[in-house]
């Protein structure tokens, strides 16, 4: 935008975006990554640690958020009151189901960078647990970003179709019983 | 001081003076000395021998010489912004007078001060600056979460 005066393209160039995630199906790790490289600025070509140019991120759904393998039950989330006996350990699924954003918020407070920054940066990290966002929210934001996983569908989401159109590797005989 | 409590400046030109045409910033130059005392003897031998060739030499500056009775004889530059420098001339030889009025024609009338940054454009960029939608694909649809719509 050649035809901008100076102050409109400082105004322009360091201009803050709001950016939406949804989380359905999405394991929280890739989710916190891509959270925490836009809330850095480091999608920017501009960026530097100082210059204070890191977006906000909506994550929504993030009640709906998918662990891979057993971590629902074998991830451990501890934390310590400060009292003596205060040292908590609860598994991943306990506390989803305490408070449904902790994972997501959790797991990008660990990604961004152990300075003072990162305070400032997880206030402009907005989760929702569901698809629901308050209208102030909604009418700031400006690209909704691809979901990092393929959700993959359900046999009961494919048509009769396509079942009939994979191939089969092998005729059961007649009598044979399906289990 | 601390950089913080003294002034400082971007680096810049004059109106870009060079680009086109160079005129030269220094606008009046006034010399004034004595005619008796002894830090003087410089400055008497600069205006007997050079002083002349100076100022034919600047043709856009206006040579005053001021002999006056006055302790400490000194050079006052004036420049084309409006600033004003003055530079002592006691006990310096002709030779270090005539360097330093090279060295004042020379200079363009900003101020001596931090300049904060060695470096300036007034053209950033050719293919334009970087905005957050610059590189962007235009979104498919509109963003979600939408209402769906009522039936």
């Known amino acids: 935008m050649s035809s901008f005066s100076r102050s409109a393209q400082q105004w322009a160039t360091f201009a803050r975006s709001w950016f939406l995630i949804d989380a359905r199906m999405q394991p929280p790790g890739k989710i916190a990554t891509m959270c925490s490289i836009r809330l850095q600025g480091k999608h920017k070509p501009i960026y530097h640690a100082l210059s204070d140019c890191g977006d906000h991120v909506v994550v929504i759904n993030s009640k709906h958020i998918a662990f891979s393998g057993n971590k629902w039950e074998q991830k451990v989330y501890s934390s310590h009151t400060g009292y003596p006996g205060g040292f908590k350990q609860v598994t991943a699924a306990q506390l989803h189901h305490k408070d449904p954003k902790a994972i997501v918020r959790l797991a990008v407070y660990g990604m961004l960078p152990r300075n003072l920054h990162r305070r400032t940066m997880m206030q402009r990290l907005h989760i929702f647990p569901e698809d629901e966002l308050p209208y102030d929210i909604q009418a700031n934001l400006t690209e909704e970003l691809p979901q990092p996983r393929e959700i993959p569908k359900k046999l009961s989401e494919y048509t009769r179709e396509e079942i009939d159109a994979f191939p089969r590797l092998w005729t059961p005989p007649e009598d044979y019983k399906m289990k | ?151």
């Open chain 2, 1 to 151: 001081m601390t950089s913080r409590g003294t002034p400082s400046r971007f680096l810049r030109s004059v109106l870009q003076n060079g680009v086109g045409r160079y005129v030269c910033q220094l606008k009046r130059i006034s010399i004034v000395f004595s005619k008796k005392a002894q830090s003087s003897l410089g400055a008497r031998d600069f205006i007997e021998e050079g002083v002349v060739d100076y100022a034919n030499k600047n043709p856009g500056t206006v040579v005053y010489v001021s002999p006056q009775p006055c302790r400490v004889p000194k050079i006052v530059a004036e420049y084309l912004n409006g600033n004003v420098r003055e530079e002592t001339i006691t006990s310096k030889t002709s030779q270090q007078i005539s360097e330093l009025l090279t060295k004042l024609t020379n200079q363009s009338g900003l101020e001596i001060i931090r300049i904060r940054k060695p470096f300036h454009t007034d053209s950033p960029s050719i293919q334009g600056l970087w905005h957050p939608f610059t590189n962007r694909p235009p979104s498919i649809g509109p963003l979600r979460p939408q209402k769906p719509d009522s039936q």
